[in-house]
T-cell receptor, first 113, second 114 residues
Framework: AQSVTQLGSHVSVSEGALVLLRCNYS??????LFWYVQYPNQGLQLLLK??????LVKGINGFEAEFKKSETSFHLTKPSAHMSDAAEYFC???????????FGQGTRLTINP | DGGITQSPKYLFRKEGQNVTLSCEQN?????MYWYRQDPGQGLRLIYY???????QKGDIAEGYSVSREKKESFPLTVTSAQKNPTAFYLC?????????????FGSGTRLTVV
């Protein structure tokens, strides 16, 4: 079975500081990995995805994530936080075939001025 | 532009009433999903459908029903049997069998029991 663990349900950083949101997965086969962002009262929007083409994946809004097989991790980073980054972030994993996406519990990111 | 449309944005239900949430997509996606979101509980799968006229229960199907008569539409009915329906409901769609694709989400419906 595959699963996703997001470390920290709530992360708070200062504006301009590094953003690091952690995601670890378990999968018996190489997975496809995704990060989504959700702003209040809205649906989820795809930030970026890993599909085995490159281990460092760049997404929208200046975010990027690195796939580390040895650590089974896919952490999301942004060098400098902006107030508009305040949202909830979800990591998700999907195996090959007709498997459904499995979502982590989400991490709420707060940006302090 | 292609996408998923959920309506209404806000919905109020009286005790004992059934209500239906609409989800329509024009992405030509085969698979569609319904999730429930409560504060601090992430996304929980209610029902999903991989093909027209077929659907499967998710993790929390009790008190809900769905239909998939058309590829574009996947309405969710919250029945009176659902004792705590107040939540944010999200519909999503995906290309069936394309594991690298991910899901496209609608903007959600917030249901409140009054």
């Amino acid at each position: 079975a595959q699963s996703v663990t997001q470390l920290g349900s709530h992360v708070s950083v200062s504006e301009g500081a590094l953003v690091l949101l952690r995601c670890n997965y378990s999968s018996s086969v190489p997975p496809y990995l995704f990060w989504y962002v959700q702003y209040p009262n809205q649906g989820l929007q795809l930030l970026l995805k890993y599909t085995s083409a490159a281990t460092l994946v760049k997404g929208i809004n200046g975010f990027e994530a690195e796939f580390k097989k040895s650590e089974t991790s896919f952490h999301l980073t942004k060098p400098s936080a902006h107030m508009s980054d305040a949202a909830e972030y979800f990591c998700a994993v999907r195996r090959g075939g007709a498997q459904k996406l499995v979502f982590g519990q989400g991490t709420r990111l707060t940006i302090n001025p | 532009d292609g996408g998923i449309t959920q309506s209404p944005k806000y919905l109020f239900r009286k005790e004992g009433q059934n209500v239906t949430l609409s989800c329509e997509q024009n992405l030509n996606h085969d698979a569609m999903y319904w999730y429930r979101q409560d504060p601090g509980q992430g996304l929980r799968l209610i029902y999903y459908s991989q093909i027209v006229n077929d659907f499967q229960k998710g993790d929390i199907a009790e008190g809900y029903s769905v239909s998939r008569e058309k590829k574009e539409s996947f309405p969710l009915t919250v029945t009176s049997a659902q004792k705590n329906p107040t939540a944010f409901y999200l519909c999503a769609s995906s290309i069936e069998g394309a594991s690298n694709y991910g899901y496209t989400f609608g903007s959600g419906t917030r249901l409140t029991v009054v």
